[in-house]
């Protein structure tokens, strides 16, 4: 009789760990998806703003066409982008090319005293910093996620329900490189 009792005991122990294993599981799921949604909206903000960003700079320099034409495709593919990774290449891909953008203001000091550009560039730079954030908090729930299905007891129940490894959202390529600091 007694050793019914241990052994039902034990299988409840099981049973209780297994769905809250599996539970903690479907919650760091979800939180990942909250973060890569956090990102998608920041980054959905930032794609609506260039448009007015390009608008304005039209105006001081319309023969500067091809810079302004490869901003708008790049946000374009970016905005057509599926899962993270893709999403972070694009991405890359149009923040290098909204780069010229302001490379190009530089050559037009009237541009850089216009308010507008100056207020869009502004708000360009607030969102840049909630991207940041954004993917800061996605990398730190994506590596607890990884943590969770990797680390024995928990992998166990991760496989046998096919959780998956989250992503991480690198830095672009040109954000590794070393800076040259000459005086």
């Not at 998608?40 to 039209?58: G, M, S």
């Not at 091809?66 to 899962?83: H, P």
């Amino acid at each position: 009789m007694i050793v019914l009792i241990v052994i039902a005991v034990i299988a409840v122990v099981i049973v209780i760990w297994c769905v809250s294993t599996y539970n903690s599981l479907v919650m760091l799921r979800n939180k990942t998806e909250e973060a890569e949604a956090g990102i998608d909206a920041h980054l959905q903000q930032r794609y609506d703003l260039v448009p007015n960003l390009v608008e304005t700079v039209k105006g001081y320099a319309r023969h500067e066409s091809q810079t302004l034409e490869s901003v708008i495709a790049a946000r374009n593919a970016a905005l057509n982008a599926k899962g993270v990774k893709d999403k972070a290449e694009k991405d890359d891909a149009f923040t290098s090319a909204l780069k010229g953008v302001f490379a190009l203001a530089e050559s037009y000091p009237e541009l850089k005293a216009n308010a507008n550009f100056a207020e869009l560039q502004r708000q360009l730079e607030s969102i840049e910093n909630d991207i940041l954030s954004a993917r800061k908090y996605y990398n730190a729930v994506a590596r607890e996620m990884n943590d969770k299905i990797m680390v024995f007891p928990s992998s166990i129940i991760a496989s046998a329900f096919r959780f998956t490894k989250a992503d991480y959202i690198e830095a672009e390529s040109e954000a590794r490189s070393r800076v040259e600091v000459r005086f």
